[in-house]
Nanobody
Framework: QVQLVESGGGLVQAGGSLRLSCAAS????????MGWYRQAPGKQRDMVAIITTGGSTNYADSVKGRFTISSNNANNTVYLQMNSLKPEDTAVYYCNAYQPPSGWNIGVDYWGQGTQVTVSS
């Protein structure tokens, strides 16, 4: 089992910045991918940014150049630095950790409780 605890959401004006943190605990040795997803009211949950244990990253087109995902392996924390925020970035942001298939076990997605990010115009 993996537990994820997010922090750092809040209310910010358009053009501002926020940094989200996600602290992982438990069987983190089994994880090979972590990331951030977001879900706006009435919409599906979409990938925002992901990072592998090797440090490779990928971003949604809508956040490229504005958001940066990073990780600190010393304290098992993943960050999402969000700059130049826009009203359309308003959503609940969820931290995700992926445990790949191993032996008879299927792959497992773990999720945090979510943190609200609201960008006012």
């Amino acid at each position: 089992q993996v537990q994820l605890v997010e922090s750092g959401g809040g209310l910010v004006q358009a053009g501002g910045s926020l940094r989200l943190s996600c602290a992982a605990s438990g069987s983190i040795f089994s994880i090979n991918l972590m990331g951030w997803y977001r879900q706006a009211p009435g919409k599906q949950r979409d990938m925002v940014a992901i990072i592998t244990t090797g440090g490779s990253t990928n971003y949604a087109d809508s956040v490229k150049g504005r958001f940066t995902i990073s990780s600190n392996n010393a304290n098992n924390t993943v960050y999402l630095q969000m700059n130049s925020l826009k009203p359309e970035d308003t959503a609940v942001y969820y931290c995700n950790a992926y445990q790949p298939p191993s032996g008879w076990n299927i792959g497992v997605d773990y999720w945090g409780q979510g943190t609200q990010v609201t960008v006012s115009s």
